[in-house]
Nanobody, 126 residues
Framework: EVQLVESGGGLVQAGGSLRLSCAAS????????IGWFRQAPGKEREGVSC????????YYADSVKGRFTISRDNAKNTVYLQMNSLKPEDTAVYYC???????????????????WGQGTQVTVSS
């Protein structure tokens, strides 16, 4: 059974940092790109970042470029999202998901991803 479990969320003040983890099991982790998404109350889900498994290429939404860093540890079957300089508008539930292929999709559309975690809440206070 494929499982993705996010952790590391919490309450932080603006300007602070958090590191999210996405622990994967039940599939060959090295074979798939992993993406991070977020959804704020009353808003649509949006893509945040993705890391390919084929060459480690990384991609970021414009809203988080320069502040967030995605990485993966294939030995631990885990993907991380280091979030620095957090802003109140980063408040959301953050999800990780597996892409269908080793390379990150060219689109942030959720249809390019299949397995999803349960999410972890990130709240940034002003």
């Amino acid at each position: 059974e494929v499982q993705l479990v996010e952790s590391g969320g919490g309450l932080v003040q603006a300007g602070g940092s958090l590191r999210l983890s996405c622990a994967a099991s039940g599939f060959t982790f090295d074979d798939y790109a992993i993406g991070w998404f977020r959804q704020a109350p009353g808003k649509e889900r949006e893509g945040v970042s993705c890391i390919s498994s084929s060459d480690g290429s990384t991609y970021y939404a414009d809203s988080v470029k320069g502040r967030f860093t995605i990485s993966r540890d294939n030995a631990k079957n885990t993907v991380y999202l280091q979030m620095n300089s957090l802003k109140p508008e980063d408040t959301a539930v953050y999800y990780c998901a597996t892409a269908f292929f080793p390379r990150c999709p060219s689109s942030w559309a959720g249809t390019f991803y299949d397995n999803w975690g349960q999410g972890t809440q990130v709240t940034v206070s002003s």
